[in-house]
């Protein structure tokens, strides 16, 4: 167990597996935050017991809000040098926090990112289309190859989210977590990557609430508008060009 970090758990109808989940957590750190985003199917009771703090909107307002929830709970919490992020679908291995967050640790301005795409086998076909087109918008914007944009397994050192304005964020859907990729590599953060597994397939999570299109039209829509306010951020298409793979 590790007190130094803190791990924020978005939770939209996800009764049938948080408590696992959270409970997992907890074997990692005291710190748990679990933000329940105005679920209706018993998520928050699912709960009852556990040492974890609860967050809870009243009506949903999307991943990205629940993520800033919980971004600055954690933050508010003495001696927290990271943050941890996974889902609470049971699509993320709680076993894998202490390889994520050791990383981080050992690297206190890098964000951490729990790649999947090493291993397609499991991925659904637009599931991966999508995630591929984000990848290269993304490391475009961001100047720097990120091996799997759209893992929500990540560590997040605490200095570098406070050199963020997390309130001028985006607050809707998917995109905060493709717009804080672009934002901390402006500011000089390093992303890196280890290897987790992709379980898409397995039983133990519900459908996942992305929407390959939809959600991924509006991270392009977000990524052109940071390109247009760089020139189209040239140098940094080229040194993403450059660039070898990130251990993804």
């Not at 597994?197 to 990524?223: K, Q």
């Amino acid at each position: 167990m590790d007190d130094r970090i803190a791990l924020v758990i978005p939770a939209y109808n996800e009764a049938a597996t948080i408590r696992a989940i959270a409970e997992g957590a907890l074997a990692a750190s005291p710190h748990v935050i679990v933000v329940d985003d105005g679920s209706t199917d018993g998520t928050g009771a699912a709960l009852d017991g556990l040492s974890v703090r609860r967050i809870e909107h009243e009506v949903n307002r999307g991943k990205a809000a629940a993520l800033l929830a919980g971004f600055k709970a954690a933050l508010a919490i003495d001696g927290v040098v990271g943050v941890v992020t996974l889902d609470g679908d049971g699509q993320h291995r709680t076993d894998d926090i202490a390889r994520v967050a050791g990383k981080g640790l050992e690297d206190e301005n890098a964000i951490i990112v729990g790649s999947r795409l090493w291993d397609t086998a499991t991925f659904p076909k637009s599931r991966l289309r999508a995630n591929k087109v984000a990848n290269f918008w993304i490391s475009w914007a961001a100047g720097q190859r990120i091996a799997d944009s759209q893992s929500g397994f990540r560590y997040y050192p605490a200095s570098v989210l406070r050199r963020l304005d997390l309130d001028a964020c985006a607050t809707k859907g998917f995109v905060l977590e493709s717009e804080l990729l672009i934002l901390a590599s402006w500011a000089g953060a390093p992303i890196r990557s280890v290897r987790i597994p992709a379980l898409y397939g397995a039983e133990t999570f519900r459908p996942s609430h992305f929407r390959p299109v939809a959600d991924i039209t509006h991270i392009v829509l977000m990524v052109a508008g940071k390109l247009l306010s760089r020139g189209m951020n040239i140098p940094g298409l080229i040194r993403y060009l450059r660039a070898g793979e990130t251990g993804g």
